[in-house]
């Protein structure tokens, strides 16, 4: 079986707003506006065809056993160099080796499928086993036209073989005309279109079909066998015409990605495919095509091989990895159709010793390094001698690749006084994990993206350019990894242990799940009784609440004591140290209800109250108190009530119970401040069953306890150094509460005591809470009552 093995695409990060070419251009050009809308995907000024062939190249290759690959062929009209092959500076930037076939294919868009024809007739034939076909384009248009909107920079890159097969080709049909829709001559900067209609009505609504409808007669299939057509067309209404002429309903035909990125050249085509197979099932039919100077159609069945393959960026990734801006001028000083005035530290020559590029080619393009055979210290670049003190051995050093090693930022600066096309110039050292450091360039980042620690990935990119000579310097730069600040600054709780009590449903299991999925260990806390505390216990709540978090990779225990007793409240978080080790954080979340109105409040339904929620807490978090303070960190979050804060009617014990949970709070926060301790209390208000028969029906669906995690979960955590506060949190919403006092009216003194008359004259001021304030302890509180304000 023959056929397409791995996928891989690049889109480059930047896209500019396709709105900011008309708002600078349209006085000049007012008809752009009918073509302005979306986003075309554009380079860095560190980009071209070849870097993103290479980029793309890297995504396929995810999985692969590169040393397998036995050609590698590239399609592009905007090669950087027209005598030296550039096929081959992207096979020693990949470390392909020297035992491959290169070639270049160019000169029509359709370069993309003829490579790929060529190489699955090559593997087809026996000549290959394992081809590498990459696709890029970054082509230049003269400003504030229609192709400015319509084009687009991208690659894309597919490995062909006979081995490992995830689409099985199953033939293809070429057609070829000198149909010129455009042109560029040798030498020239810009193509030279002819008028759209002609482009659209003679060349993509009659040689597109043909092609395709020739590879259906030839395979003996219609439209009924396909499940996705793919071919570019940047006409939109014009796509889904050709589509319908085919037999294509909606569902079957590709989107052309115009909105998201634009019209790619040559890789557009590929670019496609690779979309379709990133959301391929074993068993879907799909027919390619290729526009361009005639037209090139394949027809691909997709395999159950499919499912065994990595994970890979592809056009996905690509997509949600974006900064869209809105600069026009930046979009063309970074494509150098605006010259700008660089000063004299840019007139350093630019010229390159090809003999020195030649011996450190692989160090250069490839960026290998070399790692020590005696003491496994990895070094960039290599030397004779390794740089591990404690081992000094001598051409010790075996090749060793860094570029698909992830690093992480030890310094960095952003110079203004640097050479930068997009100053200012941000570098700094990298270390990469394993061992191995330099001083490296970063791109496709702002000062601001940058942190110490952030992780970094390498990307191949341009360096510098001999501007007399047309030669480009190519190296490897660092550029932050994809959702790398958002990982770093991501909270977490890896090696951490919680316990969560009351976590076999409702707010319980919201909050342990959270910690669970965030990496903490979890203490799955539940005694199983009924809403008003009866029962001799249930264990199937905490252990459903364990096997949740069990199958989706965490780690957790459940625990069924009660922690109304000591011995349960010791119990509890004997259970965290005996699997874990250890106890960062306790939520006291368990709770029961025995509503009564006051005067019908029985003793023993007040006392079953205060044993479960007042009670409780301090049965479990005396001895969790004493784990923390010994460790010197922890984290401890009560929960109170709203009708505790401001009251409830008929829910007198509940009330009086989640006030003294405040209380608690406040003490445990002054004694745990010097050992990093940190208590807080949450008024959470959610659906669970201590509410379902007390609010609404319609506001219960609305008050999901998911909405109430992420609250308890940052006061969980070291991100946060409040302490002694109070939280309302429900449906989304967060506020603080807190206990103040007023500003108060001194009234009377020792010699003159104030009578109730003078009282009731100044109720006012009494009670007026305008610039009222809270107290941090009893202290401050009695120092603000006996100096009051004048």
């Not at 290959?128 to 894309?156: C, I, S």
């Not at 063309?332 to 000063?343: S, V």
């Not at 209800?593 to 029985?602: A, H, Q, V």
């Not at 959610?686 to 995690?709: N, W």
Request: net charge negative; charged share 20%.
């Amino acid at each position: 079986m023959v056929g397409i093995t791995s996928f891989g695409a690049y889109i480059p990060r930047l896209r500019l707003d396709r709105m900011s070419i008309f708002q600078s251009m349209g006085w000049f050009a007012p008809a752009v506006v009918m073509v302005a809308q979306g986003e075309r995907s554009m380079c860095n000024w560190d980009e071209d065809s070849l870097t993103m062939a290479v980029a793309a190249a890297r995504d396929c290759l995810i999985g692969v056993d590169r040393s397998q690959i036995d050609g590698l062929y590239l399609a592009s009209t905007t090669l950087p160099f027209a005598d030296r092959q550039n096929a081959g500076i992207v096979a020693t930037a990949l470390n392909l080796g020297s035992a491959i076939l290169t070639a270049d294919f160019t000169a029509s868009q359709k370069a993309g499928t003829g490579a790929l024809i060529i190489a699955l007739d090559a593997v087809k034939g026996g000549d290959r086993h394992q081809v590498l076909v990459a696709a890029a384009d970054r082509r230049e248009t003269k400003t504030a036209y229609f192709y400015e909107m319509w084009f687009g920079d991208g690659a894309a890159a597919l490995c062909v073989g006979d081995e490992h097969v995830i689409a099985e080709f199953l033939g293809s049909h070429s057609v070829s005309y000198d149909f010129v829709d455009h042109y560029r001559a040798a030498g020239n900067k810009y193509d030279t279109m002819w008028e759209e209609r002609w482009t659209r009505d003679e060349g993509y609504a009659k040689i597109i079909p043909e092609a395709v409808n020739g590879l259906m007669d030839k395979l003996g299939i219609t439209m009924d066998d396909v499940d996705q057509l793919v071919f570019p067309c940047f006409f939109k209404a014009e796509h889904r015409k050709i589509a319908e002429m085919l037999g294509a309903g909606k569902g079957k035909l590709a989107d052309n990605l115009h909105d998201v990125c634009g019209e790619t050249g040559t890789a557009h085509s590929l670019l496609m495919l690779a979309k379709a197979l990133e959301t391929a099932k074993p068993g879907d039919r799909i027919l390619v095509a290729g526009f361009g100077q005639g037209c090139n159609a394949l027809y691909f069945k997709v395999t159950k091989n499919i499912l065994d393959l990595k994970e890979r960026n592809s056009v996905k990734g690509c997509l949600e990895n974006k900064k869209t801006i809105d600069n026009y001028p930046k979009f063309l000083t970074f494509r150098n159709l605006i010259q700008t005035e660089m000063g004299i530290r840019a007139e350093a020559p630019a010229r390159t010793a090809m003999t020195a590029l030649w011996r450190k080619r692989q160090m250069l393009l490839g960026l290998v390094g070399g790692r020590c055979e005696a003491c496994g210290t990895a070094q960039f670049p290599k030397m004779d001698i390794c740089v591990n003190p404690g081992c000094g051995a001598l051409r010790t050093q075996q090749d060793y690749e860094f570029a698909d090693v992830t690093a992480t930022i030890k310094t960095f600066t952003a110079d203004l006084l640097a050479v930068s096309v997009d100053p200012p110039h941000c570098y700094g050292m990298i270390q990469f994990d394993g061992g191995g450091r330099f001083m490296a360039d970063f791109t496709d980042c702002a000062m601001e993206d940058l942190e110490v620690g952030l992780p970094m990935r390498m990307v191949f990119r341009k360096r510098s350019q001999n501007q007399e000579g047309g030669f480009v310097n190519y190296f490897w730069k660092a550029t932050p990894a994809p959702g790398a600040r958002e990982r770093m600054n991501r909270i977490h709780f890896d090696g951490q242990v919680a316990v969560v009590t009351g976590a076999g449903g409702g707010l319980g299991r919201a909050y342990a799940l959270a910690l669970a999925g965030r990496g903490a260990r979890v203490v799955v806390n539940d005694f199983g009784g009924t809403r008003d505390g009866a029962g001799s216990g249930d264990r199937s709540p905490a252990d459903r609440v364990v096997d949740e978090i069990r199958r989706m990779g965490g780690e957790a225990v459940a625990n069924y004591d009660n922690v109304a007793t000591v011995e349960g409240g010791g119990n509890i978080v004997r259970s965290a140290l005996d699997a874990f080790g250890s106890l960062d954080i306790l939520v006291n979340n368990a709770g029961i209800l025995r509503d009564k109105s006051f005067t019908k409040m029985e003793p023993d339904a007040w006392d079953a109250v205060m044993a479960v929620h007042l009670d409780g807490a301090y049965h479990v978090t005396r001895p969790a108190f004493a784990v923390m303070k010994e460790k010197g960190y922890g984290r401890i979050v009560m929960t109170t009530s709203a009708a505790g804060l401001y009251g409830n009617f008929g829910q007198t014990s509940y009330a009086a119970a989640k006030m003294a949970l405040v209380g608690l709070m406040n003490t445990l926060k002054l004694e745990g401040s010097k050992y990093d301790v940190r208590v807080n209390t949450v008024a959470p208000l959610a659906a669970s069953r201590l509410t379902e028969d007390i609010l609404p029906p319609d506001m219960f669906q609305k008050m999901k306890p998911e909405l109430v995690a992420p609250l308890v979960v940052y006061l969980c955590s070291d991100r946060c150094s409040e302490t002694g506060t109070i939280f309302n949190t429900g449906m989304g919403y967060v506020n603080r509460a807190a206990v103040m006092t007023g500003p108060g009216a001194a009234i009377g003194d020792l010699a003159h005591p104030p009578t109730p008359e003078q009282i009731h004259e100044n109720w006012d001021r009494i009670n007026a809470m305008e610039n009222a304030k809270p107290f941090p302890d009893l202290t401050s509180a009695l120092m603000d009552l006996m100096t009051p304000a004048p």
